[in-house]
């Protein structure tokens, strides 16, 4: 069975990715009418270089305060005190696929920006590594 990918599509996605260390990776780079619902983030700690190291995930987008895009906005640092430990982040998140063209309501959903908004995740330390798995929902409103 095929999996529409269409306007008006909602589709359920993951992405694995396998040591994660500390330069970041981005688990979503936004498409431009497409809103992102984050279901779960897990951090499996692999390699722990010290105790104290941290998974840090954020989303680099569009300030609504300033407003600026290219702005990193985090949304957990876990540090972690031995390999082998798990965290699970599993708050709802929504995000948009681009930023906002003006600082206004319409503006920000009719995402009339320039940029792509990331899903980032980065480790702390160069010698601490992390297995993640994210789950997100993909709406296409084209």
């Known amino acids: 069975m095929a999996i529409g990918t269409g306007a008006s599509t909602e589709i359920i996605r993951s992405i694995l990715m396998e040591d994660v260390v500390n330069l970041a990776k981005d688990l979503i780079t936004g498409i431009v009418h497409h809103t992102y619902v984050i279901m779960s983030i897990t951090v499996y700690c692999d390699t722990l270089a010290a105790s104290g190291d941290q998974a840090i995930c954020s989303i680099y987008g569009y300030d609504s305060v300033q407003p600026l895009a290219n702005s990193t906005h985090t949304l957990f640092k876990q540090a972690f005190t031995a390999a082998g ?22 503006g920000r959903v009719a995402q009339g920006g320039s940029n792509a908004q990331k899903l980032q995740i980065i480790s702390s330390a160069s010698g601490t590594k992390f297995d993640v798995t994210c789950s997100y929902i993909d709406q296409n409103w084209t």
Do not use: I
């Open 85 to 106: 430990q798990t965290y699970v982040f599993d708050t709802k998140v929504a995000m948009f696929g681009f930023d906002a063209g003006a600082n206004t309501d319409a």
